[in-house]
């Protein structure tokens, strides 16, 4: 990323710690960068633009090595501090569904990586409705559950992402059998 997208980035994040994006003009963006429209259009279509491709919540790294639920929970843990500094900027990107959620898109991936791990650990396994469903369920539930417990209570979510294994307790039952060997 060049120091441009570095800046919009930046003080995208800072002025979506203050409000929602529906409140967020092009303009506003280039005043707290100091960033001129010309420049800000060189690099982003629109401030929805900036949402795709800043990776607000970013992506899961996907390493040579096996992909497992320790993965998931290593996700989370590496950044759930940074989430809970910008719990401003967390708030107004989780109550935003439109062009280019970052919600969405994390949403998307999650459910990616645990059809993945449950594939990898059981190789003959087949899609179902239940088992797409149940998929769909514990992973629209844990983002909802992660997202509140970040934005309601700090000391429970210091104490949660610090347990050895903190998502396994929240798997369907459906599902269980998939995440281990």
Not at 23 to 28: A, D, K, L, S
Not at 35 to 63: G, H
Not at 117 to 138: C, G, H, R, T
């Amino acid at each position: 990323m060049s120091d441009i997208e570095n800046r919009i980035r930046d003080g995208f994040i800072a002025l979506l710690e203050k409000k929602p994006i529906e409140q967020i003009t092009v303009t506003e963006i280039c005043r707290e960068t100091g960033v001129s429209k010309r420049s800000f259009y060189n690099y982003f279509c629109d401030k929805y633009d900036v949402i795709l491709k800043v990776q607000a919540i970013p992506e899961m790294e996907e390493e040579d090595t096996e992909v497992s639920l320790d993965t998931l929970e290593n996700y989370f843990r590496a950044r759930y501090r940074w989430l809970l500094e910008h719990r401003g900027f967390l708030k107004n990107l989780s109550l935003y569904y439109g062009q280019n959620s970052s919600v969405l898109a994390f949403k998307d991936s999650l459910n990616a990586l645990i059809w993945k791990i449950m594939k990898q650990n059981d190789p003959a396994l087949k899609e179902s409705p239940e088992l797409v469903y149940a998929v769909n369920f514990f992973v629209s539930g844990y983002l909802v559950f992660v997202i509140t417990i970040i934005l309601s209570d700090p000391a429970y979510c210091e104490e949660y992402f610090s347990r050895e294994h903190f998502i396994g307790d929240y798997i369907p039952p459906i599902l269980l059998r998939y995440f281990t060997k």
